[in-house]
């Protein structure tokens, strides 16, 4: 019988909540979540980076986009909405269920100034008698399934709590808690504890979401608080898209596995912008996220972040994955000049 890895062992010891990819605006569009689930997998559903309905629940073109089903064959995908009119809501979530959508989400989170001003994403939360109209309209008029993502609060953590009371009032899917406060941003540590306390009181679908990075820490995370629905990743994905699959006990990225995926995603970004230097924009900022975990350094990722022509982007991506490779097969009279 094959000897079973450490991670195969820790899968079966602590069998994983459904694996959810974040939803960040700028890097995991359409594009990017067909080259994931085509290259490494291992992630069970993926969310739209928020679609912002105007009047009516109308849609741009670039929204529209990014929840066409024939950009999003063979992946689990459930829109995320951002808006805090109800009937802009209802209007793009019945859009989105005539193109065949079971669930949509919508974005308590988001901590940005110029949505919180608005009174959106994590904005919406300092208002919890107008939140509660809100979704008692959005509730009692839509049949499909609406979860929630949400922070703790807007300056206060213990704001969710009396936030909770008016969630578990409504049929919520499912309820994905970052445990931060607007104020928080992503700079400050998780709120652990707050958590915690949270976990003990929800009686809805639970599901956590904030500095997940390895499989070792997800499953501590699954052991210590079980019943979670899903374990949402943003960050640690993006930097590790094979992160899903380790959590299954299967192998971390190959150097040829990273360069295919690069290479689907700039391609792809070179056909969808008709500019080879606006899908070199896209890409960097995807490599902001990857270059830590490859291992590179600060020189590094300064050389890549100046590249401002395709052929000399292209030949420092070639390096970098030239020593990637040369590391993963333990090489070590492969120079890190070569990537500077």
């Known amino acids: 019988m094959k000897k079973l890895s450490r991670g195969q062992k820790l899968a079966l010891a602590y069998p994983s909540p459904r694996v959810d990819l974040a939803p960040m605006e700028g890097i995991t569009g359409w594009l990017y979540r067909q080259a994931q689930t085509r290259f490494f997998g291992g992630v069970d559903r993926y969310y739209t980076p928020f679609l912002s309905p105007g009047q009516g629940g109308t849609l741009n073109k670039k929204e529209l986009a990014e929840a066409a089903p024939e950009n999003n064959r063979g992946i689990c995908l459930v829109p995320q909405l951002l808006t805090r009119r109800a009937e802009d809501f209802i209007g793009a979530a019945r859009r989105l269920e005539q193109a065949g959508y079971c669930q949509v989400n919508l974005n308590l989170g988001c901590p940005s100034g110029t949505v919180t001003a608005k009174g959106k994403g994590a904005g919406f939360l300092a208002a919890p008698q107008e939140l509660d109209r809100f979704l008692d309209q959005i509730f009692s008029q839509l049949t499909m399934e609406i979860s929630i993502k949400t922070r ?175 590391r993963q097969a333990g090489r070590p009279e492969i120079e890190r000049e070569l990537i500077v």
């Open 152 to 326: 703790l609060g807007m300056k206060n953590p213990e704001e969710i709590f009396p936030l909770l009371e008016i969630f578990q009032q409504y049929p919520v899917a499912e309820l994905t808690v970052h445990p931060r406060i607007r104020q928080d941003f992503y700079r400050e540590p998780v709120r652990w504890p707050v958590f915690e306390q949270i976990a003990a009181q929800c009686a809805l679908p639970l599901s956590y979401n904030g500095d997940l990075t390895d499989p070792d820490q997800c499953r501590r995370l699954s052991a210590r608080v079980p019943g979670l629905r899903a374990l949402m990743i943003g960050r640690g994905l993006i930097a590790d898209p094979s992160l899903g699959r380790r959590l299954r006990g299967g192998p971390a990225a190959s150097a040829q596995e990273l360069r295919q995926f690069h290479d689907f995603l700039y391609q792809g970004y070179c056909q969808a912008f008709q500019s080879p230097q606006n899908a070199l924009r896209r890409m960097k900022e995807l490599w902001r996220c990857m270059l830590p975990v490859l291992g590179c350094d600060e020189k590094t990722a300064k050389g890549l972040k100046k590249a401002s022509q395709p052929a000399d982007y292209l030949a420092r991506v070639q390096a970098i994955f030239d020593w990637y490779a040369a």
